[in-house]
Every structure is written in C-alpha cells, then in structure tokens.
C-alpha cells in the first residue's frame, strides 16, 4: 500500500486474522448484516479472518446477492489485490502456482518447491512437512485459477496428472 500512494517510509505489519465474533461485529455495524444470519456466517468463513475482505463480500452481498458459493463473483478490487500480489512473483513461481492451483491435493514433488520458494516467502503458500502445498488464503487459489485460459488449465491438468503417483488421479 505504502509504494502504491508513494510513501517513502514504510513497515509491514502481520496481523492475525480477526475473530469470528469481531467479524460478525464489523459486518453488522457496517453493513447491517445480523450477526446470526447465515449471510454473515458464509461471509466470515470465505474471509479467513481477513476483514478487508470480509467488508468486500458484505458489499457484493447488498449489491449482487451471495458472493461467497463456489461460482460466485469476487469483488473486483479485492480480485486486483490478490492478482496483484501475485504478479509480484517471478515466471517460474506464478507457473508452479497455476499447476497448484489446478490439482485437488498438490504436492511436492511432483510440485517443484524450489520454484515455490518466492511464493512461500510472499506469504502465498505454504509448503506442509508432509509436502502438501496450502494456499494461505482460498481466494488465492481462486484468483489464480480463473485467471488462466483453457490451454493453461488443460496443459496444467494434464501436467498434474502426468505427475501423479494415484492411477485413479492420473
């Protein structure tokens, strides 16, 4: 944020996710959802924590409907910040991602670590000590897998089942 308002002086700052209750707060005094609806409780578990993004589905709630189901529409400025995010990465990491982001259950191997290494650091994935690559956030995931055309996606299936060890995957 401080590079895109050209503020010289800047320090990152990790926050913890916000609470569910905390949440549930937020969204009713900014958006008037209830607390206990079940708007709120989808808002809150497609946010991860993350009230920016909890604030930006409570908006596309009002104005669209639901924007929290599996075909639903991200918000467009939160969809630019994770894009952005993610551009950020070097051609090999943004391309491992997209394999990633295609397999069910990636893993490394046949996942290439090394060239996750820029996303890991980015806060992006995570790599678990069984080799599971975790996106950090599900909208990651999302972002990257909608973004890329059909020939991506059929050449990163097809990749992805070349690479699996299960015959029922392959």
Known sequence: IG???????????????????DM?????????IASTSEAS????AAAVGNAFVALEFARETQN???????????????REV????????????RATLVIAAAEPEPRCPPIDARALTPAIVA???CITPHGHVVFEHPLY????????????????????????SDPVRR
């Open 82 to 93: 994770v894009a952005a995010r993610i551009a950020t990465l070097p051609e090999a990491a």
């Open 3 to 21: 590079e895109a308002v050209g503020c010289g002086r800047q320090r990152r700052l990790l926050l913890t996710p916000l609470p569910p209750d």
């Open 141 to 164: 995931r999302r972002v990257i897998a909608e973004a890329i055309g059909p020939r991506e996606r059929s050449r990163a299936h097809r990749g992805a089942a070349a690479n699996a």
């Open 123 to 125: 806060g992006i994935v």
């Open 64 to 78: 669209h409907g639901d924007p929290c189901g599996d075909r639903a529409v991200i918000p467009d400025d939160v």
């Open 24 to 32: 549930a707060e937020l969204l009713a005094e900014r958006h008037g």
């Open 41 to 44: 409780r989808r808002i809150i």
